[in-house]
Each structure stands twice: as C-alpha cells, then as structure tokens.
C-alpha cells in the first residue's frame, strides 16, 4: 500500500491544505482588536463663548499669586529649630528655622561686658576731669600770685588735661562696644529665617540639626519654599507664532491636567514684558521644544481643583480681527 501512495498526488496536498488552516488560524488570532471604546482621558476642549468662538490654546502651570519665593539663610551654621511645616500659613516676619546663635550671643554678651567696663571709665574720668578742674579753677581765683607756685599750677593743668583725655578714650570704647553689641544682635536676629510676606508653606527641606550654608550649588533644593496661596495664579505658555492672535485683558478658560471635564473662567493679571524659551513642557508627540513663548498670568478663582506646580490647559480668546483676515 506504501508503495501505491504518491506524495506529488496526496501527501503534499494534504499539507498544503493543513499549512493553509494554520496560517488562516494565525491571521485571524493575530487580528488587532478594532472595537470603539471612550477615551480613559478626555481631550481638553473649549467651552462656553470660547466653543464656536476664535481660540488660541496654551499650556501651563499653576503657581503662587506671588511667585514661589525659595528661602534661604543669610548666614551659615546648624539648624537648632523648624518652626513650619508644608501648608501652615504663616504671617509676614514669622519665624521659619533658627540657626545655631551660640557664638553670636557669645560676643554679644563679651560686648556688653565691655559697655560696663567702658562707662565704669567714663564714670571715673569725670570724676577726676571735675576734680581737676576744680583745683585748677580755684588756684586761678586767688589775688596773690604768690599763694600757689607755678608748679601746682601746671601740675592742676596737667591733671585736668589727663582726666579730659581718659573720659575721650573711654566714651569712645563705649561707642565701640555699643556698636558691637548691635552687630551682634543684629547676626542674633539673622540667625532667625523670617517669612518674607504672608502666604503658605508650600515646602520644608531642612530639618533640625542639618547644616545650612549661604551659597549652595546649582543643583541644591531651597530651604523652604513659600507663596502667596489666595488667589493661585497660573502661568500660561503661549507659541511665539500665536502671540499677535491673542486678545490680552480677556478671561481665559482652565482645565487641569487629566480633568478636561472641569472648565473655570480664570482673570487676565498680565503678560510678561519677555518672549522666553520654552520651559514647561507636556510630553505630546508633536510638542516643538525649540520655541520660545510669551507667558501670561491668569489669577484662579477659589476651587480645591487647583494646585501649586499643577499643569493646567488654557483656552484664550483670539483677536476678532485675526479671525476675520484668516477667513
């Protein structure tokens, strides 16, 4: 029976057709799955006046309405106390940290010692400036020359003259050490980080017993940062190709990032006097980082939708007149 089978006739047609079956299996296993589905993240899109309206969209983010100011020490040492954490609000001249203050209060305490010292010498140089003077001016009131000699004169003069000098001397180290005692409260009251406004702690990076320097590296994290949190501002991007379509002065329309359902009208602040390279960047496919940008600040209304450093898409009216020429 082997010998009447011819592979040509039957064997490689049956293999064919099995080769024909897998791979007609194989294709319609490895289809790709072509079924609609909603977006897990919807695009963000203009709403309102701003729908039908001319537009021009920007990206951003959302910062403190006055910046966030980064603080740093204005001396050196050890931190011995951090008086905030991220989001107290504190008032304006709040303490922040303390540095180490021992050896400040320490040449504080050798200039008042030396304030002591110097008005114990004034005390005692105008005693004997007075005593001086006194001698001298009676031994001048006398009618007979020859009562006193020359020599008691010129002594009393001399005296006098001493005690004058002595009482400069000691007034003067009492100025020097008064103005010690002042530079040294002064260094006390450095040592002490204070708030420079009222705002929000937006970061704390130090903790007590770590070493704060004056001049960190460019790499080296703030100490604290603070802002003004009430109103937040945002920090909109707009392309250097869509500045002159932009209507400066209008409201603009906001949505976080990953929220494209949540729109609020934020208020036109200002628009920086600079065009600057782009900075803020939101990880498109089709971004162009090679561009420069004019920034615009918009202040938030109250919505816990919002945080500082947040991205945010803007939606920002466009000039009539652009839109008309574009028709």
Request: glycine letters at 8%; aromatic letters at 4%.
């Amino acid at each position: 029976m082997l010998r009447n089978v011819s592979f040509a006739r039957q064997i490689l047609p049956i293999a064919a057709l099995i080769g024909v079956a897998i791979a007609a299996y194989l294709i319609v296993v490895g289809l790709p799955d072509r079924s609609t589905s909603e977006p897990a993240e919807q695009p963000p899109k203009a709403v309102g006046d701003l729908a039908d309206a001319p537009r021009v969209a920007g990206a951003g983010i959302v910062e403190p309405a006055s910046e966030v100011i980064d603080i740093g020490s204005a001396l050196s040492g050890l931190v011995t106390n951090v008086l905030v954490r991220p989001g107290d609000r504190v008032a304006k001249g709040a303490v922040l940290f303390t540095v180490d203050a021992r050896a400040a209060r320490a040449q504080l305490d050798q200039a008042d010692a030396a304030i002591q010292e110097a008005r114990a010498a004034i005390a005692e140089a105008g005693a004997a400036q007075k005593t001086a003077r006194e001698q001298l001016a009676l031994y001048r009131q006398l009618s007979d020359p020859a009562a006193v000699s020359r020599a008691e004169v010129i002594r009393a003069e001399g005296e006098e003259a001493a005690a004058s000098t002595r009482l400069g001397l000691a007034r003067a180290r009492l100025a020097a050490a008064q103005a010690a005692a002042g530079a040294a409260r002064t260094e006390i009251e450095r040592l002490n980080v204070r708030a420079p406004i009222a705002g929000e702690i937006l970061a704390v990076n130090i903790r007590p017993g770590e070493f704060v320097a004056t001049q960190g590296g460019g790499n080296a994290q703030p100490f604290i940062q603070m802002g003004q949190t009430d109103p937040l501002h945002v920090r909109v991007d707009v392309d250097e190709n869509e500045v002159g379509r932009v209507a400066l002065g209008k409201p603009a329309i906001i949505s976080p990032r990953g929220a494209a359902e949540l729109h609020v009208s934020a208020t036109f602040v200002r628009a920086e006097p600079q065009v600057v390279p782009k900075r803020s960047l939101t990880n498109s496919a089709a971004e162009r980082v090679d561009v420069r940008v004019l920034q615009l600040i918009y202040a938030l209304p109250k919505s816990d939708a919002f945080r500082v450093g947040q991205q945010i898409d803007a939606f920002i009216p466009a000039k009539a007149a652009a839109a008309e020429k574009g028709d």
